[in-house]
Structure formats: structure tokens, C-alpha cells
């Protein structure tokens, strides 16, 4: 189970602020976009031809990110575990939106997973599971941002480079982006998966 009810915490969150970045805990809109424009810079450029899933997509807010920007992918899906976000969203972008959970549910085949935030309030084993079944469902890679650091927290979710050293040995992949300093205590990594070894 995740460190909260997600049930009680965003719904809760969604019916005190409405369709509004706060209703995804986010401290405000600017600081939301902030974290959108640094998995933008990992995405190729060509993004018009990549399909990419966003896990945990919440009002469809990424989606709405790069309409206004005019850089909407070739295909779009959103997956959100929370039914009430999910009919939201897929009224709001008009785009392909599931109604699925992330950890227990067979996930779709895309060019890239991304994933803003959703890390933040599961647990350490729940966001080494989510990072590899987007990673395993992706052909070229799952790019996600997470609470960075070792503090501990009743309701939030820090990961150290330990846990980041963990991964890429257990998933056998390598970093192909990372960026921090744009938002204290928070970080953003691009993994793909390595070719097989030929010995």
C-alpha cells in the first residue's frame, strides 16, 4: 500500500481546489510546469513521432503542457489509477486516458513511459515496481522525477542514490538523462534499458 490513502489524499485535495494544480499537491502551477519542462528536455525533439504514456496522469495536465506549446506526441496515453482524475482528464485532453493501476495492471506498449510525481507518496518497494514495469513496457525508456534525497517521511517518498544505484543494476539500464537543481529536493532521470549482453 502506498505511505497514504491516495483515495483520502487527492480526492480529498481535488474537492478543497477543483481542476487546479493543488488538487495533485503540488505547491503551484509554476512549480508543476517546471518538473513538465525537464522530462520535455528528455523526450526527443521529434516528439510528434513517439507514443508516450503518462503514468499517474492525473487531470491530464502534461498532455495540456505540451498542446499549449504545440508539441503534442504522435499518440497519447494517459493511465490514472484514480477514476474520478481519469474521466477528468479524459474530458479535459480528449485523448486516450485508462483507468488502470500502475503496479497491478497489464500496461500498454509505448515508445515512452513518463511519470511527474507519482513516486511521491508510494512507498520504496511500489516505486522500484512502478519505475520497471514502465521501463519493461517501453521501447525506449521510462523518464520520471521523484523526491530526491534521504529524509524520512511519514507521508512522502525519498529516494537516494543508493536506491537509484539499486535500480540500474536490478533492471539492467543505464541513465540516458538526469537533471537536478530546478526544484529543491527533487530529481529527474531518463532509463533505458542496456542490450543484452553477448557473452
Not at 160 to 174: C, G, P, T, V, Y
Request: hydrophobic share 35%.
Amino acid at each position: 500500500m502506498p505511505k497514504i490513502d491516495p483515495q483520502y489524499f487527492y480526492l480529498a485535495a481535488l474537492k478543497k481546489y477543483g481542476i487546479d494544480a493543488k488538487a495533485l499537491c503540488w505547491n503551484t502551477k509554476e512549480h508543476q510546469y517546471t518538473r513538465f519542462e525537464v522530462l520535455r528536455r528528455a523526450l526527443p525533439k521529434d516528439i510528434n513521432n513517439c507514443i508516450i504514456a503518462d503514468a499517474g496522469c492525473g487531470l491530464g495536465d502534461f498532455w495540456i503542457f505540451l498542446q499549449e506549446r504545440g508539441e503534442v506526441p504522435k499518440h497519447y496515453i494517459g493511465i490514472e489509477s484514480l477514476e474520478p482524475f481519469a474521466q477528468i482528464a479524459k474530458k479535459r485532453t480528449k485523448q486516450e486516458i485508462l483507468y488502470l493501476d500502475i503496479l497491478t495492471d497489464t500496461l500498454p506498449h509505448t515508445d515512452y513511459y513518463i511519470c511527474s510525481g507519482t513516486l511521491n507518496t508510494l512507498t520504496s518497494f511500489e516505486s522500484f515496481l512502478f519505475v520497471k514495469k514502465c521501463l519493461d513496457a517501453s521501447k525506449e525508456g521510462v523518464i520520471f522525477n521523484f523526491l530526491y534525497g534521504d529524509k524520512e517521511s511519514e507521508i512522502y517518498n525519498y529516494i537516494d542514490d543508493a536506491q537509484i544505484e539499486k535500480m540500474l543494476e536490478s533492471f539492467h539500464a543505464e541513465i540516458f538523462f538526469e537533471a537536478s537543481g530546478y526544484i529543491d529536493n527533487d530529481k529527474t532521470i531518463g532509463l533505458k534499458k542496456c542490450a543484452p549482453s553477448l557473452e
